[in-house]
């Protein structure tokens, strides 16, 4: 038997080539993604270990959850000497990580997305940076940065620069520069080292720290000393060993980059193997159909049921075991190109450490590889079973039907009510976000799946629609084409389904990401009434001070400050907390009110709170009741509810307070965004220009008019679109390779076809464009049933999302071009068999056995 | 009708077509030369590998002779390109195998019309006139699958009538078919020839279809070894038999 399979696969090369990439592609996708995500959580591992070399023990400040975006709780100062004074302790430093971005020739030096961080100075063993050249800083006034600052813009010893503070921008002269772990960069972020009388000073921070350094007297392991302060320190700070902090460190840095990026990369992966699985299944269909005789034959030299069906297995074991081990190899090239991707966008790019080839991923690989390849071959492989011995008689014998293919419309009907009901319950259901994502994606799925097995019945007209400008042009290829295409219903729709799959998935990200846009660039209008809005770059917060730079702009008649942070409130869970200005609120923001009005914003500072609804139905909010919050440092207090509005994309997710009772609880002073109103009869833009001069002194500030905000939001989420296009143009090309697959197949089972026709006058030319002709139609059906499909599987996510504030708005003209796509797929799938089927002699054509 | 003074619709002048090399070489054809004048019903026959099967591809341009030359109504083909070769067949031949003629998916009519719509020139009426020549109006829309052997063949015959070609090639055409249904075949052939003044070449082994012919063709080891006008039945017979037997 094996040796059969394998000759049998030697004979067809190109076909089992052909099968084989479209598993591959997609074992590539998911073992690159592993083998990525890996590199970068090693290389964090790598990067902290070295870092907290010096380190025996850490303490840090005790925090039941994470506070305000970009805070980090503080420790007096005065227990540096506390620790100092137990027992094992050799040394301990004051440790302070702030964030503050250099200021160089008046210019702002933020990467994007990553931080610049700003350290105090600490005594060896803790530094935890390597001096490359120069001094560390001595003297008030002196920093040490990284190289990759100075190299990326041009500054060395003696070089003066500033550094952005809440207060301000500081000068300070370089001495030296570091690197860190032996990188000069990670990912563009800057290291800034400063004595650390300065940096409490920059920072507010004076008497106050954020943690401490301690080594170990020799003969005193970590582990003894953490305890040993542990119980001398009180409750309110954590002790760990240096490497347990390293770890935990590391864990968090990686977290937040691979709990993003391997779902995103995998389900890519997960789409591209699904449309793989879907080909294996086609074009296995497709050659036990055409080995009839084959099989047939098999059956009466005494192969049983089973070694027939095994031997077909068997053949999609050797295949899928190729496509594993090929897959393996192809997907470290698939990480090797992400790393050069990341590189090229962010300067620095992510720290990887060096592949290597992990046994676990590699049988990743081949299981995945195999599995799928097996799973999809064992429908084909079981009606191969079902070939009777008279079949290598006769001729045009065909395998007897399935008993359950008449319930087929039937079943694939259940499956869509299931699909559906799916995604709705996912869609109105309360439960945890990735539980719900996880239903509406197996909903999807089903719905995907049902639409794939009904589509055979739209295959007749949509043939003749697509196909009628084809019939249209002389010759009779079109003609001929659409009827080849017509001819066998279920595998058409079959081949094209690939396609669909692809396709579909693209409309759906097209409609849903139009809807997502439309809801925040309404929000913006209709929400922020101001017509001036300033934000932090990367949405950090900006400083306190720019508050009333902005507000003392000739022109500027009002503005409202966003101070968040966030609250755990009993009985309602974590909220963001808003705090603004009353009178200013009332006056500048257009809230749709549920309950109440923009009157009660005026009230704020009497205690009162307005709940934003979504929160206020998944945390049993009414008004009247009283919200009992306390914050990430523990203060308690308590807000009547006195309105509820409607605002799912700015002031979400928690209430709005006012901003004295705000101050009393919450540390955050720095707001994360101002909304300006202008007096009336100014011209926006120049008051613009005027903002942007007064908030000179804050580099971190940006000002924009409200329509240059739209349309920045609008850009960044075009941004990720065309990147999800671009991991979803991965299955667009694996259903290209189902295409080939499945024409050459055809071609294959019509060579005398071919033959007589090229006998009786179809020049090769009429040939390869009949071939063009079925090819473009296939996948011109696989595009519109795909962007139909999307279309209405987006409308069915943005109708039970529209209290979220997404709606429906239709791309018509990105529709248009994915359709354009899909017959351009399929010209490109016909090159192969077009040129295939024009080689052939007329006359080995009809002699063909 | 002819195009040309001479009234010759094929002519192969030296043909030969070797395969292989060296000493492995066989002759299939060894320098055949052979007239088929304008209406003429011409039979070819012969034992297997006696090369009637290669001759008749030469003939039809479908395979290229290692030497010697054929003409068609006076045009050359060893001159022409692939091309102007397929565009040949379209319009000066017809061809009629023994099997797998039809395309399935067509209905016997748009089988019919195929060579015309492949050339760009559909002639509905021409297609009803021809449909009404085999007789096969009242089944014109059905498909091959629908329709038995016999009617099949007809509707082949049909297809390479419509282009009122120079010269059709049958090869085997009663080859598939029970008696009577090949008694109509042949029948249909004949007429075309006689009322149509069409010219017919036709490779058989069955000496039943070759007595239809005008002019009886017997090649054996890839030479032409008889040649001889208005055979009767028996005369064929005994012609085979002596050549089956060495």
Redesign the interface.
């Known amino acids: 038997m094996i040796r059969f399979i394998l000759a049998g696969l030697r004979q067809r090369k190109l076909r089992a080539g052909l099968t084989a990439t479209a598993i591959l592609l997609g074992v590539a996708m998911v073992t690159g993604t592993l083998v990525l995500t890996s590199q970068i959580t090693r290389a964090f591992d790598e990067i902290f270990q070295s870092a907290n070399q010096g380190v025996d023990v850490r303490v840090t400040p005790h925090i039941d959850f994470e506070g305000r975006f970009g805070s980090i709780p503080t420790l007096p100062e005065s227990f540096v000497a506390k620790v100092k004074g137990i027992e094992g302790v050799a040394a301990a430093a004051p440790e302070i990580a702030a964030l503050g971005s250099p200021v160089i020739n008046g210019e702002y030096v933020q990467a994007t997305g990553a931080p610049s961080f700003v350290f105090a100075l600490e005594p060896p063993p803790f530094q935890a940076t390597t001096l490359a050249s120069g001094r560390y800083p001595q003297a008030s006034g002196e920093v040490a940065v990284n190289q990759g600052l100075a190299d990326s813009r041009g500054v060395g010893i003696g070089s003066r620069m500033g550094i952005a503070t809440p207060k301000g921008v500081r000068p300070v002269t370089i001495t030296g520069l570091v690197t860190f772990a032996n990188i000069s960069s990670i990912g563009g972020a800057t290291i800034t080292i400063a004595p650390i009388a300065d940096v409490q000073r920059w920072y507010q921070m004076e008497g106050k720290i954020n943690s401490i350094a301690v080594s170990a007297k020799p003969g005193v392991s970590p582990t003894e000393l953490a305890r040993s302060l542990a119980a001398g320190l009180p409750r309110t700070v954590d002790v760990a060993t240096g490497q347990q902090d390293a770890a935990k460190q590391a864990k968090r840095t990686t977290d937040a980059i691979n709990n993003f990026l391997r779902p995103a990369l995998l389900a890519f992966g997960f789409i591209a193997l699904f449309v793989g699985a879907f080909i294996i299944f086609n074009t296995f269909s497709i050659t036990v159909a055409q080995r009839l005789r084959e099989l047939g034959l098999l059956r009466t030299i005494g192969a049983s049921r089973r070694q027939v069906m095994w031997s077909v297995v068997g053949e999609a074991l050797v295949i899928g075991l190729v496509a594993g081990i090929v897959g393996l190899a192809a997907g470290y090239g698939f990480a090797w190109l992400l790393v050069k991707v990341f590189d090229a966008f962010l300067p620095g790019g992510i720290p990887v450490a060096a592949a290597q080839l992990s046994p676990g991923i590699a049988l990743i690989a081949l299981v995945v590889g195999v599995g799928v390849t097996v799973v999809a071959a064992l429908i084909p492989a079981f009606r191969a079973s079902r070939v009777p011995p008279i079949a290598a008689l006769r001729e045009g014998a065909e395998i007897p039907p399935s008993r359950i293919s008449r319930f087929t419309p039937i079943i694939a009907g259940v499956l869509a009510a299931a699909g559906v009901a799916l995604i709705v319950s996912g869609l109105t259901s309360d439960g945890d976000a990735t539980d719900r994502l996880l239903i509406m994606a197996l909903g999807s799925f089903l719905v995907f799946a049902a639409i794939g097995a009904l589509s055979r019945f739209a295959v007749p007209f949509l043939a003749r629609v697509i196909g009628w400008p084809l019939e249209r042009l002389p010759g009779a290829s079109g003609g001929l084409a659409r009827r080849n295409a017509t001819r066998n219903p279920a595998r058409t729709a079959a081949t094209a389904a690939a396609l669909m799959i692809g396709i579909g998935l693209v409309a759906f990200v097209a409609v849903f990401a139009q809807g997502l846009k439309a809801s925040f660039t309404d929000a913006i209008d209709n929400t922020l009434r101001g017509d001036l809005i300033v934000t932090g770059r990367s949405f950090t917060p900006i400083p306190a001070g720019t508050v009333t730079a902005t507000a003392s702009t000739p022109g500027v008649r009002d503005v409202v400050a966003a101070v968040t942070d966030r609250a755990k409130v009993d009985g309602a869970g974590k909220a963001i907390v808003y705090g603004l200005d009353p009178g200013a609120a009332e006056r500048s923001l257009g809230l749709e009110w549920v309950q109440g009005s923009s009157a009660l914003l005026g009230q704020l500072n009497s205690g009162t709170a307005v709940v934003e609804s979504q929160y206020a139905k998944s945390g049993n909010l009414a008004v009247g009741d009283v919200i009992y919050a306390a914050s990430s440092t523990g203060k308690r207090s308590q807000f009547r509810v006195t309105g509820i509005y409607k605002d799912p994309d700015i002031f979400n997710q928690g209430f709005i307070v006012g901003q004295l009772p705000f101050q009393r609880v919450f540390a955050a002073r720095d707001p994360i965004f101002l909304v300006a109103t202008i007096d009336p009869g100014r011209d926006p833009v120049a008051v613009k220009d005027a903002v942007a001069r007064s908030l000179k002194p804050y580099p971190i500030a940006q000002v924009r008019t409200n329509a240059e905000y739209r349309d920045e939001i609008s850009k960044q989420v075009d941004s990720i679109l065309y990147l999800l296009y671009v991991l979803l143009a991965m299955s667009v090309v694996i259903s290209l390779f189902g295409i080939v697959n499945t024409l050459v197949l055809s071609i294959t089972e019509r060579i005398r076809e071919i033959g007589m026709l090229r006998a009786i006058g179809l020049t090769r030319s009429q040939l390869r464009r009949m071939v063009r002709y079925e090819s473009v139609i296939t996948s011109g059906i696989g595009g519109v049933i795909g962007i139909v499909l999307g279309v209405a599987l987006a409308w069915v996510f943005c109708l039970g999302l529209a209290d979220q504030g997404i709606v429906f708005r239709v791309p018509w003209l990105q529709l248009v071009v994915f359709f354009v796509v899909s017959i351009a797929a399929g010209v490109l799938a016909a090159v192969l068999p077009a040129r295939r089927a024009a080689r052939l002699d007329p006359l080995d054509a009809l002699h063909y056995e | 009708m002819s195009t040309n003074g001479d009234g010759i619709a094929v002519h192969a002048e030296g043909l030969g077509r070797r395969y292989g090399e060296g000493e492995a070489a066989i002759d299939a054809l060894a320098d055949v030369t052979v007239s088929f004048p304008k209406g003429q019903f011409a039979a070819v026959m012969g034992p297997s590998g006696s090369g009637k099967s290669t001759l008749l ?1 030469c003939l ?1 341009g ?2 290229r002779p290692t030497s010697g030359e054929v003409t068609i109504d006076g045009t050359a083909l060893s001159g022409l390109s ?2 102007d070769l ?2 040949l ?3 000066a031949i ?2 009629i ?1 023994q099997s ?2 039809l ?4 209905t016997a009519r748009e089988n019919v019309e ?2 015309l ?4 020139r559909l002639d509905s009426a021409r297609v009803d006139a021809t449909l009404a020549d085999v007789a096969l109006g009242d089944r014109a829309t059905h498909r091959p699958a629908e329709l038995s052997g016999g009617q099949q063949q007809r509707v082949a015959i049909a ?1 390479a009538l419509v282009s009122h070609p120079t010269v059709i090639f049958a090869d085997e055409p009663t080859g598939n078919l029970d008696s009577t249904s090949g008694h109509e075949i042949l029948n249909l052939l004949r007429r075309a020839v006689d009322e149509g003044g069409r010219t017919v070449v036709m490779v058989t082994h069955d000496p039943r279809a070759a007595v239809v012919a005008d002019r009886v063709l017997m090649l054996s080891d890839g030479r032409v070894v008889m040649d001889r006008p208005g055979m009767t039945a028996d005369e064929i017979y005994d012609a085979v038999r002596t050549l089956d037997s060495p």
């Open positions: 591809h039809a479908l395979d692939d091309r397929t565009v067949r379209r319009t017809g061809f195998f797998f003629n395309l399935p998916m067509l195929l060579p719509r492949i050339a760009g297809r």
